[in-house]
């Protein structure tokens, strides 16, 4: 069993920049592929990155190419998701995802663990 736990949200401007992280319990968490979604109130969860276990590839909705970062620590056991140049639309509530194949997922089925969220509200 695996426990993923976010922080790091929190109120930003427009343009700003924030840096989730998500801190995952069990011995196996190397090598597991990570993912990050994100649910904007009244809309379905939606994909925003993916990295596999060993952090060397990564994958990125086209909304936020060039402006997230997805990285991996495997020794803290702790998956991050730079985020910059944030928009209002993208105030959400942002999950981290884990799942039992080492490779990239990309939609919700992919996953099996999650993390309770955490919010990100950019202001305008």
């Known amino acids: 069993q695996v426990q993923l736990v976010e922080s790091g949200g929190g109120l930003v401007q427009a343009g700003g920049s924030l840096r989730l992280s998500c801190a995952a319990s069990?011995?196996?968490?190397?090598?597991?592929?990570m993912g990050w979604f994100r649910e904007a109130p009244g809309k379905e969860r939606e994909f925003v990155a993916a990295?596999?276990?060993?952090?060397?590839?990564?994958g990125y909705a086209d909304s936020v190419k060039g402006r997230f970062t997805i990285s991996r620590d495997n020794v803290k056991n702790t998956v991050y998701l730079q985020m910059s140049s944030l928009k209002p639309k993208e105030t959400a509530l942002y999950y981290c995802?884990?799942?039992?194949?080492?490779?990239?997922?990309?939609?919700?089925?992919?996953?099996?663990?999650w993390g309770q969220g955490t919010q990100v509200t950019v202001s305008s």
């Open positions: 990295i596999n276990w060993s952090g060397d590839s990564t």
């Open positions: 069990g011995r196996t968490f190397s090598t597991y592929g």
């Open positions: 995802a884990g799942r039992t194949f080492s490779g990239l997922g990309y939609e919700e089925k992919d996953y099996i663990y």
